[in-house]
């Protein structure tokens, strides 16, 4: 079940309200991937015991490279779906 929550409070305080220790955060590109790193670090540093897990998203809302169709291309790979 997902559940929008808006949130008044640090993200870490809000986890531990509902005795929770992970969070899980989306990712949809690389450049994702180093803010939501910096976040983690902080919420690591304010509490030891929350753990962030990060998941990569769905192909259909990613941003593909046209150097990887290249070379998926190159290579004869399934390039069905990735633009047009």
Do not use: H, P
Request: aromatic share 14%.
């Amino acid at each position: 079940m997902l559940k929008l929550i808006v949130q008044v409070v640090l993200l870490n305080q809000y986890v531990k309200s509902k005795n929770a220790t992970i969070i899980i955060r989306g990712l949809r590109a690389l450049s994702d991937f180093e803010y939501e790193f910096q976040r983690a670090l902080f919420a690591k540093y304010l509490d030891d015991d929350i753990e962030t897990v990060f998941i990569m998203t769905n192909n259909k809302y990613s941003f593909v490279s046209s150097t990887g169709i290249r070379e998926l291309a190159k290579f004869g790979g399934k390039l069905d779906g990735l633009f047009g």
